[in-house]
């Protein structure tokens, strides 16, 4: 299936993006278009003329929702829904649309309404009480496949990932989101913002004190070709739930997150913020790199010039550990950059050259187990990295094992943008780990790993260019080498005999030189020189 956001009478625009999309992807059965179809322009007047006459057609069956504003409402003359033209069909005012296949499709044309009457364009308290008696009635009702709705529903961002771009005081509908909490849609679709947005999906029981249930998605799209390029189409699959298994249709995602109509919760939710703890202040460790650090040059005291802050403490490990800052056993010639609570090393024995790592400098010993500051700081150096490789003509691959080590390590490797493409390095690592018997699922872009996994849980993480992200988590045996396997692999690097770490070792010599050279090139994309 389909579904995008507001056309706004661009139909040229969608139809041929359906016809892009088909032609590589195969044929889909439906497109469903939610928030404004119709444009009020006398240029999208005369393109639909075209289409009402027949002189072009949609390509795919496509169902569209009501006006949502006076200029449309003209082009839905009957409530109950009609055919407006071959293959493009208006839904309707509010009801429930069953597919050949036995997809339940629950739909809401217009917005909320500001007056009574209510105009053509909105629906009323009325609508929502009725579509949800007409499903709620059935004792048997678990929820709907699908809701079509223009407006989003108010707070759906709750307990989730918030939308970025959006007013979050005026955005969304309460009356939306009473009947999505009603209904519990399986996938729901919302435009009229001009935004992309996909929530985290969330759970539609209680853990612990009621019987699981399916969990929902809210996705919302953005209008048709708009200038910023922010997806206006979205493609999926989705089984019927009166087909599906009860125990299939009930498996719960590892980012699923907490209802975000549940009223309740909220002061717990608040509560949980309040009492969250900081790390104490206390001393930083510098070390003498052979090279000026700019403003976190040592003095040879500890402390640092020309900087009036305090100090600041780190967890430190029981025993000896090779990448705690402070600890005698790192092998200082290797650091290119020191943060305030991250630093990053050349890897010893690196895939390539340029092979870094982002480390913590107190202990910590996986991703999951910063704190907020480190996690802020770590994200600087991706940033860093990410520039600095882009002006080699590079992309970069992150990886992660929580498993069988102490300290956090995470691998930046960079790959020259010729030999391969993110998603042939996506692929790569998903068939790989097929072939191994490892289940690396992906995960939403948005998704804060701290969302899926607890403190002291063995995985395996991978981070692409791209933004995208793959998880495994670790429940017996892993190969340590994994992640340097699938980049050394044929399919990417070409270099198999590098995917141990043992057979790439340099001399000391080669090793100072290297990060030398590193440091030298990274310093303009360094933001722990700046000031």
Known sequence: RLACGDVYGKFDVLFNRVRTIQKKSGQFDLLLCVGSFFGSSPESQALWNEYKSGAKQAPIQTYVLGANNQDTVKYFQDVDGCELTTNITYLGRRGVFTGASGLQIAYLSGIDSSSDPAPAYCFTTKDITSLKMSLLSNTKFKGVDILLTSPWPKDVWNYGNPPTDVNLKTCGSEQVASLTASLKPRYHFSALQGQNYERLPYRNHVVLQESAQHVSRFIALASVGNPGKKKYIY??????????????????PLDASENPYRKAGKEGKKSHLATGTEDE??????????????????????????????PRKHPQPTGPCWFCLASPEVEKHLVVSI??????????????????????????????????????????????????????????VMFERNYRSQHLQLQVVPLPLSCCTTEDIKESFIVQAQEQNIELLEIPQHTDIKQIVQPGTPYFYVELDSGEKLFHRIKKNFPLQFGREVLASEAILNIPTRADWKACKLSQDEEESLAKSFRKEFEPFDFSLQD
């Open 339 to 396: 943060g305030e609570h991250c630093y990053i090393a050349l890897a010893k024995g690196g895939l390539m050259s340029d092979h870094i790592l982002i480390l913590p400098i107190g202990h910590y010993q996986a991703m999951v187990d910063l704190s907020s500051e480190v996690v802020e700081e770590c994200d600087k150096y991706k940033a860093s990295l990410k520039k600095f490789y882009k002006s080699k003509g590079k992309r970069y």
């Open 281 to 310: 202040p206390a001393q930083q460790f510098f070390f003498d790199l052979k090279q000026s650090q700019g403003k976190r040059q040592s003095d040879g005291r500890g402390s640092q010039q020309g900087q009036a802050k305090q």
């Open 235 to 252: 493609a999926f699959t989705i089984v019927p739930m009166s087909l599906m298994d009860a125990t299939e249709l009930v498996k719960q």
